[in-house]
């Protein structure tokens, strides 16, 4: 595609659709603007590619975040269960001495 454009061709298809018709149309065009252009379009590329993997590592910090609430309350409930079960032994054990 752009000579000028600094991502990988990988990354560009994953680019929205909008960003990659743009590209044609600077590479297409001719002139001295065409440097300007594709340096900006390189920046904007790469802001959007930075802003998903930013959005992936906040997604997958949520599921980590979500996944160690759940194991917490199963260790809340149970020490809870625990402490009542113990509660009621020590009560057993008052009225019977």
Do not use: W
Request: hydrophobic fraction near 35%; charged fraction near 35%.
């Amino acid at each position: 595609m752009s000579t000028f454009k600094r991502i990988h061709d990988s990354e560009t298809t994953s680019l929205p659709a909008e960003m990659q018709e743009l590209l044609r149309v600077i590479d297409a065009s001719s002139g001295p603007e065409k440097v300007g252009l594709a340096a900006a379009y390189d920046r904007v590329a790469e802001s959007i590619l930075r802003r998903r993997r930013i959005l992936n590592l906040v997604q997958e910090s949520l599921s980590q975040l979500r996944l160690d609430v759940k194991y917490l309350m199963f260790d809340l409930e149970t020490t809870r269960r625990e402490r009542d079960q113990l509660q009621s032994q020590l009560e057993e054990n008052d009225r019977g001495f």
